[in-house]
């Protein structure tokens, strides 16, 4: 059997990137997604205002929903300071397993762990598994009807703090108006629409930034 997209974007990355340079492998990808082959990556347009607004946060713990290849765990994870760390869910096992070999590639391993299986699950888990009191920062980008439900679980667990800033992908395209209107009507969120583009495409996509008021 022939080999599948993701496993085409690690060979891409290992064919075009340089060890250690996470630059050079999300420049890889975006290569190789916009004249070779599409695929779901957050991308380079819309992976600039990720980038602007992780920086603005500078999280000491981030998390992300949907690793994929690894190409948003890489893009924020370049960008976290000493002794902050990405934890990122994935349940699709041969997925996690490219990603992982991405973010290494990246030089990256130290700073991100990713953690198989469904958000739902482990979200709850969360607290005890890795110690922590709550998230900085939390990347949305799985399945587009998980958003609301993995929000309000979030909010359950304890694990949004004043402060928190929730970023979701793709409100637009394929969009997530479930997300829209829990965020944008709900007094403990100050939500901001930021337009973009869908990865390597011109159609209308963008992001949505919701800071968690406590
Ligand atoms: C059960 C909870 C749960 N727990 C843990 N991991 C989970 C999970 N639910 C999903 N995953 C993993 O996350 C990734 C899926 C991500 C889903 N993303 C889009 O569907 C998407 C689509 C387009 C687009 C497609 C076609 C078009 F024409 C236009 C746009 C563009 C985008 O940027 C998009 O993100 C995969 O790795 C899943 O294994
Ligand atoms: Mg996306």
């Known amino acids: 059997t022939g080999s599948s997209r993701p496993q085409r974007i690690l060979k891409a990355v290992q064919k075009n990137a340089t060890k250690g340079d996470p630059q050079s492998v999300i420049s890889a990808i975006d290569y190789y997604c916009r004249h070779k ?12 205002i990720l980038d602007s607004v992780l920086t603005e946060v500078n999280p000491s713990m981030a998390l992300e929903l949907g690793t ?4 948003s765990s890489v893009r924020i994870a370049r ?6 760390k990405l934890i990122t869910v994935e349940f699709n096992p041969a ?5 992982r070999q991405i973010i290494a590639y990246a030089g990256l391993q130290d700073k991100v762990t990713i953690v198989e ?4 699950d482990l979200i709850p888990k969360m607290k005890e598994r890795f110690g922590l009191k709550s998230f ?12 609301v439900p993995d929000t309000k679980l979030l909010e359950d667990c304890g694990l949004l703090r004043k402060g928190t800033v929730l970023l979701a992908d793709n409100v637009i395209c ?8 829990y965020v944008r009507n709900n007094p403990r969120y100050e939500s901001r629409y930021y337009p973009s583009v869908l990865e390597y495409t011109k159609a209308e996509d963008g992001l949505e930034k919701s800071v968690f008021l406590g």
């Open 37 to 48: 082959e599409w695929a779901m990556n957050v991308g380079d347009d819309k992976g600039l």
């Open 68 to 71: 994929y290849c690894g190409y």
């Open 79 to 84: 960008l976290l300071s000493p002794n902050s």
């Open 95 to 99: 997925f996690a397993a490219i990603a």
């Open 117 to 120: 299986g469904a958000s739902g």
């Open 136 to 147: 900085d920062f939390v990347f949305l980008d799985h399945w587009k009807d998980r958003y």
């Open 174 to 181: 394929p969009g997530a108006p479930e997300y829209l209107k």
